[in-house]
């Protein structure tokens, strides 16, 4: 059976945020949001603006979150690196209430799927030499 580590190197971290970043915007904050957040992938790719915005596009202290997993209604703060990287994210004049956060671009109103998020992910560590098996760990990692 294989075994699922975090990341635990900070510099490892810090260079898969800035590799993502320099590649694609969305990409930069699915990584920072699953690795400040610890929510599983199935919560973070169901994510819409108006989950983490309020009416006026401000970010939202705490979150209302239902766990795909358990079904169980949760409230989740947004740590300040979460609400840094969701200010650079999403301009105040970008603000679309019922746009995903991590929107596909194939144009559907979709949020991408969990087999595009592990890619983008498994890409990034391997290009920054991440040895440990990250099948969906990053969400662990701090």
């Known amino acids: 059976m294989?075994?699922?580590e975090p990341i635990r190197d900070l510099a490892k971290i810090d260079a898969i945020k800035k590799l993502l970043k320099g590649q694609n915007i969305r990409d930069w904050m699915l990584f920072t949001f699953g690795v400040n957040s610890a929510l599983?992938?199935?919560d973070l790719l169901k994510l819409r603006q108006m989950d983490i915005l309020d009416e006026k596009g401000k970010t939202l202290e705490y979150?209302?979150?239902?766990?795909?997993?358990?079904?169980k209604g949760r409230l989740f703060k947004l740590n300040d690196t979460i609400?840094?990287?969701i200010k650079e994210y999403i301009p105040k004049d970008k603000y679309d209430p019922n746009a995903y956060l991590f929107p596909s671009r194939k144009g559907q109103n979709k949020p991408?799927?969990?087999k595009h998020a592990w890619e983008i992910?498994?890409?990034?560590a391997r290009a920054v030499d991440v040895k440990e098996n990250i099948r969906y760990a990053w969400i662990s990692c701090l």
């Open 63 to 71: 979150m209302k979150l239902r766990e795909t997993k358990t079904n």
């Open 2 to 4: 294989n075994t699922v």
């Open 83 to 85: 609400i840094k990287a």
């Open 121 to 124: 992910i498994t890409n990034a």
């Open 40 to 42: 599983r992938i199935s």
């Open 112 to 114: 991408i799927d969990r």
